[in-house]
């Protein structure tokens, strides 16, 4: 079986296509191999934060992606009474060309994408065609794909894993996938409801700190999603009901009891980080390398900042200019940010809008009132923080 002079790609999500796209950029050709018929529709995640466009930007998708979605130049913590702290990215726009959240759902970003690379001379999409198994040794790696139930091997130079969550790659790598899985699930519900004719200053991006049941509002083009968690006492059916969302919902915005609801989705919410990013020519990012809670926005954007440090090193080995040692420096920066921040932060977001610290509204409050507290902590729910961290990692 010849060899083809390409890396593969498991997945056409925000973190495959993003990793195509700064290898192409680079001159390095690419096939990405995505299970689905089409790119996939799912909205799923759709915060992007500021060194996130900033990056997106290195290849002319940040202004697309900015021009659909809607821009968040503020993120507010409050109680069910009062605002306990706004905080402004302007506050860092010294740190960034982008200081601003842009809200968009992600399918946004891999239509932009495949639009500029569809017609690249050393890009392919294969359709259809799911990773189920891979082998490699010190020169190549070969991938069999289920191509409608149809076994093809296929080889190539090296493999990004980038299919997700239940990432086929990992699972044939024998990667251990160690974490937990939350007891909560997280209920969202999509209104066109507008939340701030109802909710006095209210912005974009807003979590509701409540020790009974704390909720996050997030905006994007049209809609508004409202986030719930939910305990282990309501059954899937009914959680998924048009009738517990209007329970939920009711105690969301005063006086208001019933919404347009546009879509319902109940998730479970794992915390898991793969034992390893890099097992020889293979590597592991996005999803299929680590999971968080959504709190914070950080699971996707924490995958495109693996797709860039991964591919920026890829690219400099495949034209000679470092050696294939360099390629470990990726699991070194990209795994310990993970488990250091994104995982951490992750989890703080949670407990403090569970109002488990109870000193958590005081101490925002003196954040919020210091500029460098509140710069520092901008740098972090930002994932700046991050980001010069794992540069410093060497």
Same mark, same amino acid.
């Given at each position: 079986?010849? =060899?083809?002079?390409?890396? @593969? ?27 689905? !018929? ?33 821009? !968040?130049?503020?993120?507010?913590? %409050? ?7 706004? @905080? ?13 959240? &842009? ?20 890009? %392919? ?44 790659? %990992?699972?044939?790598?024998? &990667?251990?996938?160690?974490? @937990? ?26 979590? &509701? ?24 006492? &309501? ?8 009738? @517990? ?40 990012? *996005? ?14 954007? *924490?995958? =495109? ?41 992750? =989890?703080?977001?949670? %407990?403090?809008?569970?109002? !488990? ?33 794992? !540069?410093?990692?060497?």
């Amino acid at each position: 079986m010849p =060899i083809e002079e390409r890396v @593969f790609i498991a997945g056409a999500g925000p973190v495959g296509l993003v990793a195509a796209a700064n290898l192409i950029r680079r001159g390095v050709p690419v096939t990405v191999f995505e299970a689905g !018929a089409a790119l996939s529709e799912e909205s799923r995640a759709s915060t992007f934060h500021p060194p996130t466009l900033d990056m997106l930007d290195e290849f002319g998708a940040a202004a697309p992606l900015i021009a659909q979605g809607l821009i !968040a130049p503020q993120l507010q913590y %409050r109680t069910r009474e009062e605002v306990i702290a706004t @905080f402004d990215f302007g506050a860092i726009a010294d740190a960034t060309g982008h200081p601003f959240r &842009v809200q968009a759902e992600q399918f946004k970003l891999t239509r932009i994408l495949y639009e500029r690379l569809r017609s690249h001379p050393d890009f %392919r999409i294969e359709f259809g065609s799911r990773v189920t198994d891979v082998a490699q040794d010190e020169a190549a790696v070969w991938v069999t794909l289920d191509r409608a139930g149809a076994a093809e091997r296929r080889s190539g130079r090296w493999l990004i894993g980038a299919d997700g969550a239940r990432s086929e790659v %990992r699972r044939a790598l024998g &990667v251990e996938f160690s974490g @937990f899985t939350w007891p909560e699930r997280f209920l969202v519900v999509s209104t066109p409801f507008d939340f701030r004719g109802a909710i006095a200053d209210l912005v974009a991006v807003t979590y &509701v700190a409540d020790p009974l049941r704390w909720h996050f509002l997030l905006e994007i083009p049209g809609l508004w999603r409202v986030m719930f968690p939910l305990t282990e006492t &309501v059954s899937d059916e009914a959680a998924s009901s048009r009738a @517990f969302a209007d329970t939920l919902m009711a105690g969301v915005a005063p006086g208001i009891a019933k919404y347009e609801i546009a879509h319902i989705t109940l998730y479970k919410v794992h915390q898991r980080v793969a034992k390893n990013f890099r097992i020889g020519r293979c590597f592991l990012a *996005g999803d299929a390398a680590h999971l968080n809670n959504p709190l914070g926005g950080m699971g996707m954007n *924490g995958g =495109i900042h693996d797709a860039m440090n991964l591919t920026a090193k890829l690219a400099d080995v495949w034209s000679g200019a470092a050696p294939e040692s360099e390629l470990d420096r990726y699991e070194r920066q990209r795994r310990s940010i993970t488990l250091e921040y994104i995982e951490k932060q992750s =989890i703080e977001n949670k %407990r403090n809008l569970e109002c !488990a610290n109870p000193d958590f509204a005081a101490t925002l409050k003196r954040t919020a009132a210091d500029p460098q507290r509140r710069r520092d902590y901008l740098f972090r729910v930002a994932m700046i923080a991050s980001l010069r961290r794992a !540069a410093a990692l060497g």
